[in-house]
């Protein structure tokens, strides 16, 4: 099936500075990718979705000028925390579509300090 | 708006098989999913079911679709320790692939040897 890799799998980073999470696919090409965040014993939360070669779209309460997007390539989407704090450490997780499916990648642990 | 319910855990013994149930609210949903995230790991697609289906199987997963009440089970035949995780029920009104998936919270399965 197809892969999804995200990297990196765990950050820890101290509060302000800004953080880089890649996601990629593989063995296939997407033309759109998902950024969910997961808080603990807690659902998916849809966060944004990332078309290649245009601007993300943000759900609702969501700031986008706080989580940016960019998603340059149909192989690599990326999502940059910026300024983060304390309360922004989650697990955030891409997935890439292709066809009918959503393929999703392991998760980045974030801890902000 | 879209809600998907699940009950939040479930503890059955080794052998025995496992019912996890989900109702959703939409019933233009086109494609029903199931996914497992073990702790600290991303989501592995088990198993999915387009909405004129009612019953999916696939050697020890059954899924079962009741569209007239809007539910969807996943029964694990058979159920072993390794099958401890939290299953996930999703559903998306597209099949283009290009539409997020909206989430159940998860029911936590334990296994009981």
């Known amino acids: 099936g197809a892969v999804v890799s995200q990297h990196p799998s765990r950050v820890i980073c101290k509060s302000g500075t800004s953080v880089k999470i890649e996601c990629r696919s593989l063995d296939f090409q997407a033309t759109t990718m998902f950024w969910y965040r997961q808080f603990p014993k807690q659902s998916l939360m849809l966060m944004a979705t990332?078309?290649?070669?245009?601007?993300?779209?943000?759900e609702q309460g969501v700031e986008k000028d706080k989580f940016l997007i960019n998603h340059a390539s149909l192989t690599l989407s990326t999502l940059t925390v910026t300024s983060a704090h304390p309360e922004d450490s989650s697990f955030y997780i891409c997935s890439a579509s292709w066809r009918y499916e959503q393929f999703f990648g392991p998760g980045t642990r974030l801890t902000v300090l | 708006g879209e809600d998907v319910e699940q009950s939040l855990f479930l503890s059955v013994r080794e052998g025995d098989s496992s019912v996890i149930n989900c109702t959703y609210t939409?019933?233009?949903?086109?494609?029903l999913y199931w996914y497992k995230q073990e702790p600290g790991a991303g989501l592995q697609l088990l198993t999915y079911?387009?909405?004129?289906?009612d019953m999916k199987q696939d050697q020890r997963l059954t899924v079962l679709l009741n569209k007239k009440d809007k539910h969807l089970s996943l029964r694990i035949a058979d159920t072993q320790t390794g099958d401890s995780a939290i299953y996930f029920c999703a559903e998306t009104l597209s099949n283009s692939g290009n539409t997020p998936l909206v989430f159940g919270k998860g029911t936590r399965l334990s296994v009981i040897a």
């Open positions: 079911i387009f909405s004129n289906m």
């Open positions: 990332s078309n290649e070669g245009s601007k993300a779209t943000y």
């Open positions: 939409d019933s233009s949903s086109t494609y």
